[in-house]
């Protein structure tokens, strides 16, 4: 089963709500990604996970938190954001572990954030 | 530094066209990983192909196939007897031996008409 999901598929929310993305992969994956993707533009990696740590993050303001609870899981918390955030958030997962880093990752269908 | 560039914004072809969708890389180590994704309209990235530093063979897949020419620093897609359905946005992307991170094109977006 090559597939990662993603919830909810569209989210419209104001500067002032709080609200979270949920990825899930069932392939035995130990890397797990956040991309942001803005229309017409190529995807910009947010986050990295490896075995459930942190092992990258590219800079993201603090408004987005990311958590990984178990290997299969990853979540995006979002507090706080502004209206160019606004954007296709996409959650990728790959094999990981060692010497492995370097295979495919494989890509949710992605959930299109809206802040009012 | 490491970067792709994917100079054609977007190709409008008639079905059963054949296509080529350039990608130049730039990148200093010798060990690297190249890769292709599509994007259809839905948003979804799907993994087409992956390939390697160490190995420049060709790759054909049905009506895709792929040339990976290391003294160009290319790894050019061909899709034979185009398809209204490779109507999307294909995105190449590097990734180096040592840095978990994709490096990706700009990405080219390929009308098919029928």
């Known amino acids: 089963d090559t597939e990662v999901t993603q919830t909810p598929k569209h989210l419209v929310m104001g500067m002032t709500n709080k609200k979270s993305l949920k990825c899930e992969q069932h392939?035995?994956?130990?890397?797990m990604y956040w991309y942001k993707q803005k229309a017409k533009k190529p995807p910009e990696l947010m986050f990295v996970?490896?075995?459930?740590?942190?092992?990258i993050n590219e800079s993201v303001p603090s408004r987005f938190s990311p958590e990984c609870p178990n290997s299969s899981l990853l979540n995006l918390h979002l507090h706080a954001l502004q209206p160019e955030d606004s954007a296709l958030y996409l959650c990728?997962?790959?094999?990981?572990?060692?010497?492995?880093?370097?295979?495919?990752?494989?890509f949710g269908p992605g959930t299109r954030l809206t802040v009012l | 530094a490491q970067k792709v560039t994917q100079a054609q914004t977007e190709i409008s072809v008639v079905e059963k066209e054949d296509v080529t969708l350039d990608c130049v890389y730039e990148?200093?180590?010798?060990?690297?990983?190249l890769f292709w994704y599509k994007q259809p309209p839905s948003g979804e990235l799907v993994f087409l192909i992956r390939?390697?530093?160490?190995?420049?063979q060709n790759e054909i897949s049905g009506r895709y196939s792929w040339n990976f020419q290391k003294s160009t620093s290319s790894f050019n897609f061909t899709i034979t007897a185009s398809q209204v359905v490779d109507s999307a946005v294909y995105f190449c992307a590097l990734k180096d031996g040592g840095y978990n991170k994709l490096i990706f094109g700009a990405g080219t977006r390929l009308a098919v008409h029928p």
């Open positions: 392939m035995g994956h130990r890397a």
């Open positions: 390939r390697n530093s160490f190995d420049e």
């Open positions: 996970y490896s075995y459930e740590k942190l092992s």
């Open positions: 990148t200093r180590d010798t060990t690297y990983y």
């Open positions: 990728a997962s790959s094999q990981g572990g060692r010497g492995k880093f370097n295979n495919e990752q494989f």
